[in-house]
């Protein structure tokens, strides 16, 4: 056999998928077996993505690669096509860690562990596909096998309020996904050919009023999932009232695949609507920083105060794929790595506390520190890493945002500063809320009544292994970007110097200097 020519993609999805349909086969009741099957599945899937990318994958090739296509429903132009690229390559390497994390992270799970496990591996294949596929129908459908499991995970194993949280999640992604399929079904008929793959609509000579319209539908589908304010409100209630796993597979995966979107279909595939949307893109990245910001201050329920620091982090996402600069760019990506391991493990944690206060509420915790002091230190840490502390890898990605939208030609110097002012101001916020919320959790005075009813244990070697998995990479991208951001800095710069070419200010600059160039006198003549 070939292992050039194999097809790693295509088993890297369809490999979790298959194995979750053996799992009602398997004789088990309590659950210990499925879940060591489970976490056996995604140590594998893990295994084979690794290797793909280690042995496959060119760094300094700004193209797709280890691409597959095969015809799957010809009658209607439906394609198998899959690849990778600097986009997607970070993302579907996050996916299989975060979610073989958040296997293990559902060790306690008992009530139908089979339907669970099912569900998460299931997912598992499904999120990874939404990274790789390479035709539009095809997107529009692995974009909503996720939903899905989303639902039931949160329908079944959640909080009080699972079935109203579950029904607000499965109706917000849902409409916004139909204007993904609109979307994609009027890009494809448009012009002479009939296409639905990716590469070939980029080539499209779309007119401009198109173009404005197609953008503005995909904005609203991944507005939801990002999310943007005010399409966000199912996230607080979701997180509200998800389990462990399901917050880390949330705050880790899913709010990333609208933040890959915006930038695989609206800034690749439509850049000269980008140029004209890009400014509404920094407005409600600034929105979200400081909206969620405040409001976060104000929560009094963990959960909901861990969601909205999440929503406003990804703000900065936001601007910095409007930022029309290879550093912003790059601080959009690594931002979205970085948020997936910080936000899974700070969920993590919150289900571990919650696991042993059986409380969300901050004013009924208080003094936990002296007899959790493993959670309290991973905790900390983990906070410090969401406030963006120099050595941790949110430092790095905001920084990169910072400076590259600061440094942009793209706009002018009094829209760069009142934006990078209040990013400040939302910078600001981030420790002030995560500071008082450990405060108010760890130190001052025991609550007796909590300390009378419940036994606070601390946290067991499962725990402390899942926390030191996610604080490997944060660390240590923190301290050497590199790591990271070598693996797409050729696919960003590629796609930053075609965006940038569709600023009419920018291009005509270019455009200038070029005359310059060639009208000025040689040396030697």
């Known amino acids: 056999m070939n292992i050039a020519n194999f097809p790693w993609l295509t088993?890297?999805?369809?490999?979790?998928?298959?194995?979750?349909?053996?799992?009602?086969?398997?004789?088990?009741?309590?659950?210990?077996?499925?879940?060591?099957?489970?976490?056996?599945?995604?140590?594998?899937?893990?295994?084979?993505?690794?290797?793909?990318?280690?042995?496959?994958?060119?760094?300094?090739?700004?193209?797709?690669?280890?691409?597959?296509?095969?015809?799957?429903?010809?009658?209607?132009?439906?394609?198998?096509?899959?690849?990778?690229?600097?986009?997607?390559?970070?993302?579907?390497?996050?996916?299989?860690?975060?979610?073989?994390?958040?296997?293990?992270?559902?060790?306690?799970?008992?009530?139908?562990?089979?339907?669970?496990?099912?569900?998460?591996?299931?997912?598992?294949?499904?999120?990874?596909?939404?990274?790789?596929?390479?035709?539009?129908?095809?997107?529009?459908?692995?974009?909503?096998?996720?939903?899905?499991?989303?639902?039931?995970?949160?329908?079944?194993?959640?909080?009080?309020?699972?079935?109203?949280?579950?029904?607000?999640?499965?109706?917000?992604?849902?409409?916004?996904?139909?204007?993904?399929?609109?979307?994609?079904?009027?890009?494809?008929?448009?012009?002479?050919?009939?296409?639905?793959?990716?590469?070939?609509?980029?080539?499209?000579d779309f007119a401009l009023n198109f173009q404005l319209a197609l953008y503005a539908g995909f904005l609203i589908a991944y507005a939801v999932k990002l999310p943007i304010i005010p399409l966000h409100t199912w996230l607080p209630d979701a997180h509200g009232e998800a389990t462990a796993p399901v917050h880390m597979l949330l705050a880790g995966i899913l709010l990333k695949m609208g933040g890959y979107a915006l930038v695989r279909m609206n800034a690749q595939m439509l850049p000269d609507a980008h140029a004209y949307f890009a400014p509404v893109l920094v407005v409600l990245g600034v929105v979200n920083i400081i909206y969620a910001a405040l409001t976060s201050f104000a929560q009094r329920n963990l959960k909901r105060k861990i969601a909205y620091s999440s929503i406003s982090h990804m703000g900065f996402v936001m601007i910095g794929i409007a930022s029309f600069t290879d550093l912003g760019l790059s601080g959009a990506v690594l931002q979205m790595v970085s948020h997936g391991l910080i936000g899974a493990s700070l969920f993590f944690l919150v289900g571990a506390t919650y696991d042993r206060t059986h409380t969300l509420m901050l004013d009924e915790m208080g003094g936990v520190a002296k007899r959790m002091p493993k959670i309290f230190a991973m905790f900390t840490t983990c906070s410090m890493a969401s406030l963006a502390l120099p050595g941790m890898s949110g430092f790095v990605a905001e920084l990169m945002v910072f400076v590259g939208f600061a440094t942009s030609d793209a706009y002018s110097s009094t829209f760069k500063v009142i934006v990078v002012f209040l990013m400040a101001v939302g910078v600001i916020l981030t420790p002030i809320y995560l500071l008082s919320m450990l405060r108010e959790i760890f130190y001052g005075k025991e609550n007796e009544e909590l300390v009378s009813h419940q036994a606070l244990i601390d946290a067991e070697p499962r725990e402390v292994f899942i926390i030191a998995c996610l604080l490997i990479p944060i660390i240590g991208i923190g301290f050497y970007p590199k790591l990271l951001t070598q693996m797409y800095d050729a696919t960003t710069v590629q796609l930053t110097a075609r965006l940038r070419d569709s600023v009419p200010t920018l291009a005509q600059q270019q455009e200038e200097t070029l005359k310059v160039s060639l009208s000025a006198p040689q040396i030697g003549n």
């Open 11 to 204: 088993t890297i999805i369809l490999f979790p998928i298959a194995a979750s349909l053996l799992l009602p086969i398997i004789p088990d009741k309590e659950g210990k077996t499925v879940r060591w099957y489970s976490l056996v599945v995604g140590l594998i899937d893990f295994a084979l993505i690794v290797y793909a990318f280690y042995t496959g994958y060119d760094f300094s090739n700004p193209d797709l690669q280890l691409v597959e296509s095969y015809p799957w429903v010809p009658q209607l132009g439906l394609n198998w096509s899959v690849g990778a690229d600097g986009l997607s390559m970070p993302l579907i390497i996050l996916t299989g860690f975060i979610t073989t994390l958040a296997i293990l992270a559902a060790w306690p799970v008992t009530f139908k562990p089979k339907l669970f496990y099912f569900l998460i591996l299931a997912m598992y294949g499904g999120q990874i596909a939404v990274f790789a596929v390479q035709d539009m129908l095809l997107f529009f459908l692995v974009w909503e096998l996720e939903l899905v499991p989303i639902y039931f995970l949160l329908s079944i194993w959640g909080g009080k309020r699972r079935q109203y949280a579950a029904t607000k999640f499965i109706l917000y992604t849902a409409g916004g996904s139909l204007f993904i399929l609109l979307s994609a079904l009027t890009m494809g008929f448009y012009g002479d050919t009939v296409t639905f793959d990716m590469r070939s609509l980029a080539l499209k």
